[in-house]
């Protein structure tokens, strides 16, 4: 079966770069995506591609070439369902806010509006891609959905969760390390599979497109997401003990990281890890091990999480410390709020965090990201609900140049690793600042011996020098 039509129902930070990617490679197919929020779906159509709804490196110029050729966004769900034969789902699914679960579990309900919609539009056999990262076993519930609508069409499930990191979509898209498909072991689900391998195909070396069974490849991907965290969690529960030993962790990572069994690559200590995704793939893996009884492992892995919760915390403790214990008054200013570098999205960025208890201890934080929007900041905080809207707004300034954030500034923070932030005139902003002036690096990215040639009191995350040592 040759696929001339698909749809995919959310335009968020995977459906697009997603999409846009299989339009620009497949130029036979006809690729629609879909949203109901109207002011998204108005931004990816807008003719200025500053303006697209994500920023990713690359994205701008794939969407030039395939928008209006044979990739389109809409507001209209069921013509762009009933008009395709392979429909991918690849809306939010994020962690429960309320009822069983709350904290844990995933949020399936958009996943559920998705197939009862499609039950209610299609009237013709169709495939359907999970994109969305689902907890394993959720293939059975749009099944049973799906073909209890009433209507004759018979449905496809496949698996084909996502492996994309933001900041690198266009890559990782145009590159995958692989593709993995899950489907149904019977001769429709075969041909489903083939159907999708056939799409990945037309760019994707064939020995990269995995095939496994349903629960193989939607556990996989939490399996991914969760070993990847992990990673960063055990990195940076090294961190701290390496400032306590004099240990530097750049140099424990690289040390490590040349033993082919562990690799160099996701050893970079931080002040946490953010995203949409690791903390919500994590909990629910945790949840579905609780709900199976299985509480050593549920433990195993919430332990992750919590050494995730505690790096962020001890980071800002460690500000507050520096500074005399008090930073009631002080202006610091942090630098970067993205989760990530190149990116705009804030999801779960540790920066939030950081931020939130500089505020409850009173001082006066400045922020500038070159790519986060100063409306985005303040919605971050208000979520926390920690003090009102209009207290954050008091004793939070967004400023969009990077000197004026820092000058008169008692401390700067290094909270994502934007290259920009490595090719400052420090000099520059150490003139400008109160003194002493406090550097703490989250990200590790700022030349140490430099810092401190300028006169910087420069904190590293996971390496302190002795004398520093001392002093604290
Ligand atoms: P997102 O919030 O950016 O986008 C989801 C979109 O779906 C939103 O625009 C929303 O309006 C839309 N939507 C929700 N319900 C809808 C409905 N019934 N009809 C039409 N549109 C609807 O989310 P995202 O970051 O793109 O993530 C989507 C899924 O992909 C999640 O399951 C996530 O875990 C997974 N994932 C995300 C990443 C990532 O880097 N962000 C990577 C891999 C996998
Ligand atoms: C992640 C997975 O990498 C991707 O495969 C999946 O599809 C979605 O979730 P993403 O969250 O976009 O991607 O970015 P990623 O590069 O994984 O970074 C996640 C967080 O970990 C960021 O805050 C990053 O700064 C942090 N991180 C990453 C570190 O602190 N150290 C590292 O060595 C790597």
New binding site residues.
Partial sequence: MKIKNICC????????PTMAVIAQQCPDINVVV????EA?IAAWNDADLNNLP?FEPGLDAIVKEARNRNLFFSTD?EKAITNAEMIFI?????TKTYGKGKGMA?DLK?IE??AR?IAKVAKQDKIIVE????PVRTASAIKSILDNSGNKASFQILSN??????GT?VQDLLHPDRVLIGGDTSPEGEKAIQALVDVYAQWVPKNRILTTNVWSSELS?LTANAFLAQRVSSINAMSEICEKTGADVNEVAKAIGMDTRIGPKFLKASVGFG???FQ??ILNLVYIAKSYGLDEVANYWEQVVLMNNHQKQRFSDHIVKTLYNTVSGKKITLLGWAFKKDTN?T?ESAAIQVADNLLSEQAHVVVYDPKVASERIYADLEYLNTRLPEQNRQLLTVEKDPYKACKNAHAIAVLTEWDEFTTYNWQAIFDAMEKPAFVFDGRGILNQQEMEDIGFIYYKIGSQRPNFMQSN
């Avoid at 879909?34 to 929020?37: E, G, K, L, Q, S």
């Avoid at 690849?90 to 994020?94: A, E, G, I, L």
């Avoid at 994109?131 to 689902?134: D, E, G, I, M």
């Fill in positions: 129902i959310g335009a968020g930070y995977v459906g697009g879909v949203d109901i929020n998204r994500i769900v690849s809306v939010n699914t994020p995933a958009y509006l998705c919609q994109k969305s990262t689902l969760p996502e492996f994309l990191a933001e979509a991907k995203g949409s995704c919500k793939d999205d999801r």
